[in-house]
């Protein structure tokens, strides 16, 4: 911003998807809630060694960089869903339960 004496609102844009992508992984809820940092750098750590692997591969095989974003997307497509699988099964299960039997004799009555 400084040497070109101008600003461009899209100059982040490219960082966003691999945001959300690194705080999904780290166990963040994206409808709002509580993680952990620990989590965020494992999923920070893990992503540069794909990153690492991507390059490696697309310098070899002479791909696009767009199958990096395509990769990021469908990572994200994938962990988000089965991020909501999980809490759907476990809203589900709990209400299914059968319940033990209440022992009617610790009521004080006998």
């Not at 100059?11 to 809630?33: F, Q, R």
């Not at 994938?78 to 809490?87: D, E, F, K, N, P």
């Amino acid at each position: 911003l400084a040497r070109t004496n101008s600003a461009n609102a899209d100059y982040g844009v490219s960082y966003v998807l691999l945001t959300l992508l690194i705080v999904v992984l780290g166990g963040v809820a994206v409808t709002g809630g509580f993680g952990k940092v620990l989590g965020v750098i494992l999923a920070l750590v893990a992503l540069q060694f794909l990153s690492t692997g991507f390059n490696m591969l697309l310098v070899r095989f002479g791909g696009s960089n767009f199958f990096r974003d395509f990769a990021w997307g469908l990572l994200l497509l994938v962990v988000a869903s089965i991020t909501a699988w999980r809490a759907q099964r476990r809203s589900a299960g709990g209400a299914g339960r059968p319940q033990p039997p209440r022992d009617v004799s610790a009521d004080g009555d006998s």
